[in-house]
């Protein structure tokens, strides 16, 4: 027998919670006009540089129907990966890297992956609610706009730095969505609450946000060193210190983090390797070396030229005239992207070099 809309909406919530998910809202598979506008204008600006993808697939970003016509509503559900401290500490030791909070461990794809499919297929089930429900499930890798839809469920909203706020759990949520072909009662949708604050804007090293509510992907320090795929621009080089996989600057400057706890959840717990990594370790992986390492991390699918790309700039950045060595020698490395930013380093630490040597 089939239950009423609102009940099964709750069951579900419940049920969500009971998982491992710390937020759970539903809203229309629809989008509005704002959202659907902010994409075009980010693609048409050529904001997203080197991800093609966006704009390939763009009408099914815009329209989840597009996507899946049947879909009905979208279960949005977040899942808090608050790091137990600040991660811009490391800024205060150049000859550490930084990897962004949500990559020191396991890959989240896997695990949120593997809740929302458990939620999926209870869902689907007749025995659920009474009725059989069609289902999709999506983590960060299909045209999904995760961050629109999870406002307008009510998560949170879309702060400042464009991503998503939740007045519990700060900036740090991971999301993912369940589409179904089940009519559910919406919640609220998230309601803006950055007022006057713009310490994500002041936050960024790199001025990737030309204004409030905007990003320019291509002066993103986390577009930089996960999706580019050629030479970093030298222009932004000194700027991005020893951030060497994605950048937490914007989010970590959220006053609304105060309130998140810290997650508790083993997957997402640093591992003490990738807590204060060496800079002159990390350079010298090989390829087998840097698979090894990096197995079950998202760190792995840039591959150990575009890391050690990274790994180099900060080295550059580092003042460490001691790294020099190191930077010299990947000079003659296979990989173009790792020659290029090697002689960028060494160039730069040379200098240095020659001016200490010079007050000397």
């Known amino acids: 027998m089939a239950i009423a809309p609102a009940r099964l909406r709750d069951a579900i919530r419940n049920r969500a919670l009971a998982a491992g998910f710390d937020a759970v809202g539903f809203a ?6 704002e959202a659907r506008e902010r994409l075009a204008r980010f693609i048409a600006e050529g904001r997203h540089g080197d991800m093609g993808w966006m704009a390939e697939r763009s009408d099914q970003r815009s329209h989840p129907q597009a996507l899946w016509e049947e879909a009905r509503t979208v279960i949005a559900l977040g899942t808090s990966y608050a790091p137990h401290e600040d991660p811009r ?13 949500y990559a020191r461990n396991r890959d989240y794809h896997d695990l949120i992956k593997g809740r929302l499919k458990m939620l999926a297929q209870w869902l689907a089930s007749s025995k659920a609610h009474g009725a059989k429900a069609g289902v999709k499930v999506f983590v960060d890798t299909a045209p999904v706009m995760e961050k629109p839809l999870a406002a307008q469920a009510g998560l949170g909203w879309q702060g400042k730095h464009t991503n998503l706020v939740s007045r519990d759990h700060g900036s740090w949520l991971f999301l993912g969505e369940i589409y179904t072909t089940l009519e559910l009662p919406p919640d609220p949708p998230g309601h803006d609450r950055c007022g006057s604050c713009d310490r994500c804007q002041v936050a960024c090293p790199t001025a990737a946000f030309p204004a409030p509510y905007q990003l320019d992907a291509r002066r993103c320090i986390s577009y930089l060193t996960i999706e580019h795929k050629g030479p970093i621009p030298d222009e932004l080089k000194p700027l991005m210190g020893n951030r060497i996989y994605g950048c937490d600057d914007c989010l970590a400057a959220c006053p ?22 060496r800079l002159a370790d990390l350079a010298q992986l090989d390829d087998a070396g840097f698979r090894q390492v990096f197995s079950g991390s998202p760190i792995k699918r840039i ?12 080295i550059g950045n580092s003042g460490d005239v001691r790294l020099r060595p190191v930077a ?18 060494a160039a730069r ?5 020659e001016s200490e040597a010079a007050d000397g």
């Open 28 to 33: 229309p598979a629809a989008l509005g006009p």
């Open 89 to 101: 500490r490391l800024l205060e030791h150049p000859d550490r890297g930084i990897v962004s909070v």
């Open 256 to 277: 609304w983090n105060k309130f998140a706890r810290a997650t508790t959840e083993p997957a997402f717990l640093p591992r003490a390797e990738l807590t204060a990594p």
């Open 303 to 314: 591959g150990r030229d575009r890391f050690v790309r990274n790994v180099l700039v900060a």
């Open 328 to 345: 010299e020698t990947l000079r003659l490395d296979a990989s173009d992207v790792v020659r290029e930013a090697a002689g960028w380093a």
């Open 349 to 353: 630490l040379a200098r240095l070099d």
